[in-house]
């Protein structure tokens, strides 16, 4: 199972660093909702400071479903589904290889949008240990969410629609909790943040485990 | 040279037909009627004989819908998610059609739930909508059961679409506990008032629990009626689906006729 | 190509055997009902008009399409109970690609060896046979036509070494050169101990290639065995397993 996820996350992070579709499109993308963001809520009220861990959350949720929607279409392509099926990899091995290139790519992402949150709305980002294992744990729920939820979606014309109405509400409470948890690394209070972290790190077990069992059921029947 | 003509043998049986034929039955007209007793009964205690709210006046009426709705709400969703286990489990249909009307109904309640509780917030703290525990937790609750019906309604085979609409059923119930934790956790810091804390001005006791347990039991039967219309509306619709096979091999094998054109000599 | 399997003993079970056998894309009977027997190392030809099942049939022995009644072994796997265990011993080689477009012939070929456990060995062997490890190498699969497709997918299959080989129209799309090749990869394979059955409107190679014709209409097969006579006309390729038994 492991091999086999190292196998499916280097073949689709392979394919990422050919085609570079999230570095030209998914980056830019969630630059441009913290633009966006700026119009809407216009600097000077001091509305954006105290919105941002908010802000940065729900742009990483939008570009999470941009990334989760790729790692799909990928595979929509050319008859790979059968092949997948005929291949001999292990689906729950598949599984675990998606989540990990999806997490890859939003690791960088996040990254990326911190520095253009410090720089956009002038955070000063404090509070390290927190804000970095909240970033952890919550790309790991995000990744195990939309991937779950991804295949079931997969292989239909609906997917494009379907996959944001499943996924969203499911992550609500990673969006509560991760922004919580931010707010609390920055504002000083960390031991407000752990219990999120708790949290999501249910959710994230609860997931991966849904995923590792079902993902191979669900690879039937295209 | 001989030519080996090897008939296929029979094919699928028909699907045999183990349900009902209409949706009413001598047990739903019993269960209609008492329903509509127990909605009178609810109408004539709750809006006349029971006492009006000290605090919130004629408003407090709108609980004995509320409640019950939100209750069977989750009910509901309690089912969909066992049938969706159970049809995993045993790939019974019954299960999953279980599963499907449960969450239906159940997605009614909820936006009764909601609207009842947007009516009885109006007059009770002036705004239609609160941001507090249980009505964001049950607008996520809406939201779910959508997403769960949208996947069992999808253009594809049955068993398509029961699989991967069960796989979502059988998370709606940990997604509704770890939303509500989530959510209670994040409402629970900022105090804000809910339909419960700020002002009834007396205890529910004596006509008004009263009330509330007829509320229970009416809308209660209300939903079982609602389900098991809904439940024999979705199998009549997939018995539909299914007949015909034996006439579609018919007429598949009938495209053979022909088959000397293509036996050449080689 | 190495000659393998040949520790296993002779099989008197038919590679495939099936009886009656339906499958149903959707509530459409695609199979309705289908008898066929094949026994190992024998090249089989399916032929018959479009729409007719062959492609449906290959799929179904290859795992991928349920088999709803009736009986169906294949290597020994009934596939009506647990359809999945035979996928990793069979090739499919579809109409569609199963390639990543994005990824080189290179990329696509190692990955889906590796999937399949295939030696690093058999893999770089499969590309030179199919005349892919030079210039092409490197180049993206979305950039090659499809004749060079095809070869990059029939490299991912003869690298697996799989015992039941199952080609869908192999030599559609591939230059004179391409269909020699796969003539000669057919040959070499059931010379090594696999079976090969393949579907094709091709005719005038494969009557060439097969030891059997079966027929394939309305959901249902009628097999014409015959002789083989016509295979001591000189094909390139190699000697016949007539000569080499």
């Known amino acids: 199972m492991i091999h086999d996820a190292l196998l499916v996350a280097g073949k689709d992070l392979r394919l990422e660093l050919r085609s570079r579709v999230a570095l030209n499109q998914i980056v830019p993308f969630a630059l441009l909702v913290l633009v966006l963001f700026a119009f809407a809520l216009d600097p000077d009220r001091g509305l954006l400071e105290a919105a941002t861990p908010g802000l940065y959350w729900v742009a990483v949720l939008f570009s999470g479903l941009l990334a989760l929607q790729r790692s799909f279409s990928v595979e929509a392509a050319d008859g790979n589904h059968d092949a997948l099926r005929l291949s001999g990899l292990d689906p729950a091995g598949i599984f675990l290889g998606k989540v990990l290139a999806v997490s890859v790519q939003l690791l960088v992402l996040e990254v990326l949008l911190a520095v253009g949150v410090a720089v956009l709305y002038s955070t000063h980002l404090g509070g390290w240990p927190l804000l970095l294992v909240t970033v952890v744990v919550a790309t790991t729920c995000i990744a195990a969410a939309g991937t779950l939820y991804g295949v079931v979606a997969a292989g239909l014309r609906v997917r494009e629609t379907l996959l944001p109405l499943l996924l969203l509400p499911v992550l609500a409470p990673v969006l509560i909790g991760s922004t919580r948890a931010f707010e609390a690394a920055l504002g000083g209070t960390p031991s407000e943040g752990w219990p999120w972290v708790g949290l999501m790190s249910v959710f994230a077990l609860l997931y991966i485990v849904a995923g590792v069992l079902g993902f191979g059921p669900l690879l039937e029947e295209a | 040279m001989t030519t080996q003509i090897a008939r296929g043998s029979k094919g699928v049986e028909p699907a045999a037909d183990a349900g009902p034929t209409s949706t009413g039955s001598r047990g739903t007209l019993i269960l209609g009627i008492l329903t509509l007793v127990a909605l009178g009964t609810l109408a004539l205690f709750a809006l006349v004989l029971s006492p009006d709210d000290s605090n919130q006046g004629d408003a407090v009426r709108i609980m004995y819908i509320h409640v019950p709705s939100a209750t069977l709400a989750y009910t509901g969703c309690g089912l969909a998610t066992l049938g969706s286990i159970m049809y995993l489990w045993r790939k019974s249909q019954w299960w999953d059609l279980v599963a499907y009307a449960s969450a239906e109904i159940a997605a009614v309640f909820t936006a009764v739930t909601l609207v009842t509780g947007m009516i009885w917030g109006r007059p009770t703290w002036g705004v239609y909508w609160v941001w507090d525990a249980r009505l964001t937790s049950t607008a996520m609750l809406l939201l779910l059961l959508l997403g769960y019906l949208a996947v069992h309604r999808l253009p594809a085979e049955y068993s398509v679409r029961a699989k991967r609409a069960s796989i979502v059923g059988l998370l709606l119930v940990p997604n509704v506990i770890i939303v509500r934790q989530s959510v209670n956790w994040w409402r629970t810091l900022h105090q804000k008032p809910t339909l419960f804390s700020n002002g009834l001005g007396s205890k529910i006791e004596g006509l008004m629990l009263f009330s509330l347990f007829l509320g229970f039991v009416a809308i209660g039967l209300l939903f079982a009626w609602l389900l098991i219309h809904r439940f024999r509306l979705a199998w009549l619709e997939e018995q539909i689906a299914e007949e015909g096979i034996d006439a579609s091999i018919a007429a598949r094998r009938a495209e053979a006729g022909d088959i000397g054109r293509w036996e050449g000599t080689p | ?245």
């Open chain 3, 1 to 245: 190509m190495e000659p393998e399997h040949l520790d296993r003993p002779t099989e008197a079970a038919p590679v495939v055997h099936l009886r009656g056998a339906v499958a149903l894309l959707g509530r459409f009977p695609a199979l309705a009902g289908v008898d066929l027997d094949v026994d190992r190392r024998r090249i089989v030809l399916l032929r018959g008009p479009n729409g007719a099942g062959k492609t449906t049939l290959l799929r179904a022995l290859a795992g991928l399409v349920p088999v709803t009644s009736g009986e169906a072994v294949v290597l020994g796997v009934d596939l009506v109970t647990d359809r999945r265990a035979v996928r990793h011993r069979v090739g499919l080689l579809a109409h569609a690609t199963g390639l990543y477009d994005e990824l080189t012939v290179a990329d696509n070929v190692r990955f889906w060896s590796r999937a399949a456990r295939a030696e690093a060995a058999d893999v770089e062997a499969a590309m030179a046979r199919l005349g892919l490890d030079g210039r092409l190498r490197d180049v993206s699969v979305g950039r090659l036509s499809t004749g060079q497709r095809r070869r990059t997918s029939l490299a991912c299959l003869v690298a697996r070494r799989p015992e039941l080989w199952l080609l869908d129209e192999p030599h559609a799309g591939l230059d004179q050169d391409g269909r020699d090749i796969v003539d000669a990869l057919v040959r070499d394979a059931t010379r090594a101990g696999a079976t090969v059955i393949l579907s094709s409107h091709e005719l005038d190679r494969s009557l060439d290639l097969a030891d059997e014709v079966v027929t394939i209409a309305g959901g249902l097969a009628h097999r014409e065995p015959r002789p083989r006579p016509s295979r001591s006309s000189a094909t390139p390729g190699g000697p016949t397993s007539e000569a080499m038994s």
